[in-house]
């Protein structure tokens, strides 16, 4: 009796794809945007000092400069009779009679020798928005020293 052998016929193997390349551009790619795109700072990074739990006994040597924002979105500056409005519409996000009355306060600070001091009153009903403007403002002028106080009227 012969033996017949029976030869199986060679498998086609499953093309492959080589995609060793195409990980060395997608990480290429990725330090390219990395390294082109820019950052922009976020109101986080803005390094305000706050003020302490515990009270200073040294008293500034400047008048400290009060801002109010009321429920509105509108901005005043000081207190009292001498309470001047500047910037009355909330949807801009642009400030400029703040900017300019920030400028002026801040120069006038350090020309007498102190670091300007701001006190900001928020009404309850005001859109975070708006003091978020206020602070962008005041590191604009690089006014550091901030207090959020309730004892404006």
Not at 40 to 69: C, H, N, W, Y
Not at 71 to 77: C, R, V
Not at 114 to 142: E, F, H, M, T
Request: some cysteine.
């Amino acid at each position: 009796m012969a033996r017949h052998k029976k030869s199986k016929a060679e498998e086609e193997a499953d093309p492959d794809l080589d995609i060793s390349s195409l990980i060395d551009v997608c990480f290429l790619l990725l330090i390219y945007f990395l390294v082109t795109s820019t950052i922009i700072p976020r109101e986080t990074d803005l390094g305000m000092s706050l003020p302490a739990a515990a009270p200073s006994t040294e008293q500034p040597k400047i008048e400290p400069m009060f801002i109010r924002v009321d429920a509105a979105g509108t901005i005043y500056s000081g207190v009292g009779a001498g309470q001047q409005q500047l910037d009355s519409n909330a949807g801009d996000r642009n400030v400029p009679l703040l900017d300019s009355q920030l400028d002026l306060y801040a120069a006038a600070a350090r020309s007498a020798d102190s670091k300007p001091l701001v006190q900001v009153y928020v009404d309850p009903g005001a859109k975070q928005q708006r003091v978020i403007d206020v602070l962008n403002a005041l590191a604009g002028a690089k006014i550091t020293s901030v207090t959020f106080t309730d004892l404006v009227e």
